[in-house]
């Protein structure tokens, strides 16, 4: 008996956290959508009104035919889409490389994609910022998708590796006498098999290089001025318009939320496999 | 049709001091269109013989032959053979039309010939109607009928067979070994089939190669295998129960007291003083001794298994098994004398363990 209710008393001290832990992070979420579905006469009093004939998309539309909104927003899915085409083609190839055949340094090499990504990217930002504005990319489009992809390149070959790692190594020779090329069972073969792994990587490049605001705000200025950084400058410039400031955020943010919902479960088998096989 | 012929081929892991040899030294013929298992225990090189013919390792030394023509430094898939493998392998995101298929798409086969060999072999193993269905909604049996099929549709000059059925229920095991015996007979393409199942070897080949440990003990008809065994090894590990093998003396000119005990044989030619002497449970006999008789020793344990029962007798010195007829009248502790009249005794030397011809009788 007493072992059952000790029992019910964690379950609800653990639901009682978890709710908790959940107000903490969506809270201001949930704040910022009010905020860009209300008008904020309505929200800044001590008793906000919700009723939902308030509700307004005025925001939204005006947002979604400004220029100097749209603009950034293209460069933000042009960037991030080119990042994860690129970061998928070559990660792909480097992956199977590394989980397929043995080589010497190949512990070396992945090891080294882990470290990586523990060098804080403000160390780097300066000298990027010289190198781009060497090569004539400083705010441009190109600019950024490559250095994107040299930030992502390295987690996603190593969530890629523990996925090629995954697959049966017989139907590769199946493959071989069926009468496949090396390259041809990489595509026919163990790129199929691994998509949902791979399609997992890919949505992790993708929100990675949308969501970024650092580098974007170093390494561009006008032309190439991506979603995030464009958000955060209605701070400055309309320093009272919550709703737009917002509808922005709400704008950025919903693609990530929706890809990061679907993918979640994939990404974070490929983080945890990676890490325990490499 | 193919012959298969190995010339010295030898497998090394490793490189310089750190190699370790796999395959030592193989050289035989694989005649067209035999049947021919390659039988022994785990690791004894069995898989890697097979892989080096299919291409997937390279061998470290010798020479491979199909139709006289050396292979051994061509692509898998240049070799004409196909392969089925012990846990099927079959692409998971293809249906069976396209797994069947897919080797013929590789090599260019146009589409309709592509269709008409996919539903023939689908027809051979009874599997038409399960062609569009993807191998994870397929039982085991069914999968392995695929991978079958796979491999007849190709119309190969070679077969491989890793393991296929020991992924399979006993029952359908031997379903299925009978199946492939008759598919065999109907395609009279060379075969070469990896087990460590002696009853798979036994009933399905023409040929049987005994490996151990790297090497080549025995190459012969399961007939040859089971009456001649060449070593102590192949001896002891064709045949169920196991062979009796045991150190015996020789007390007079031509018979000899097997492990040392009360129990003797008559071996005709012989004039070695030890020999190793090998006896099988099924040729010999057991009779209650008579009171004041001198028994060769006592039950240990009776194992009945319906038609037939196992009796392990101590000698005193060793164990020897015997199996009888039915179901044994004999309890543990009875006295038992020995017999061995209608056996067939082996002679091995007891050093290099290898057949002494001229006991044979």
Known sequence: ?278 | MATIELVGVQKDYGRGRKAVRAVHDLSYTIADGHFVSLLGPSGCGKSTTLNMIAGLEDITGGEILIDGARVDDLEPDKRDLAFVFQDYALYPHMDVRDNIGFGLRMRKVDKAETERRVVDAARRLDIEHVLGNRPRNLSGGQRQRVALARAIARRPKVFLFDEPLSNLDALLRDQTRSELKLLHAELGATSVYVTHDQEEAMTLSDRIVVMSRGKLEQYGTPYEIYHRPATTFVASFVGKPRMNLLPSARVERGRYAVGGSTFTVDVAGLDAEQVRLGLRPEECSLRRAADGEDASGEVKVVEPLGNVSDVTVDLGSALFVVRVPGFSELTVGDRVVLGAERATVHCFDPTSEERLTGADR
């Open chain 1, 1 to 278: 008996m007493s072992r059952a209710r000790t029992r019910l008393a964690r379950t609800v001290v653990h639901r009682v956290l978890v709710a908790l832990l959940l107000v903490y992070l969506l809270a201001p979420f949930a704040w910022m959508l009010l905020y860009s579905l209300y008008p904020a006469t309505a929200l800044q009093t001590l008793t906000p009104d919700l009723d939902p004939s308030q509700i307004r998309l005025d925001s939204y539309a005006a947002l979604l035919s400004d220029p100097s909104f749209l603009t950034p927003m293209a460069n933000s899915a042009v960037v991030g889409l080119a990042t994860t085409v690129l970061c998928m083609v070559l990660g792909s190839g480097c992956a199977y490389v590394i989980a397929r055949y043995r080589f010497r340094g190949r512990s070396v090499l992945l090891l080294g994609m882990l470290t990586v990504q523990a060098v804080p990217v403000i160390v780097l930002a300066v000298p990027l910022f010289i190198l781009l504005r060497a090569f004539g990319q400083y705010d441009t489009l190109l600019g950024l998708v490559i250095t994107y992809t040299a930030f992502i390149l390295p987690l996603v070959v190593w969530m890629m590796v523990g996925f090629f790692e995954e697959l049966p190594p017989s139907l590769e020779r199946a493959a071989v006498v069926d009468g496949c090329n090396r390259l041809q069972i990489m595509t026919r073969i163990a790129v199929p098999l691994a998509a949902p792994g791979l399609a997992a990587a890919a949505v992790l490049a993708f929100i990675t290089a949308w969501s970024d605001f650092f580098l974007a705000k170093v390494l561009t200025i006008t032309s190439a001025t991506t979603l995030p950084v464009r958000t955060a400058a209605f701070q400055g410039l309309f320093a009272m318009d919550y709703t737009s400031a917002a509808t922005a955020g709400v704008i950025t943010a919903a693609p990530v939320l929706l890809l990061a919902l679907v993918a979640q479960k994939w990404i974070i088998r490929g983080l945890v496999e990676g890490a325990v096989k490499g």
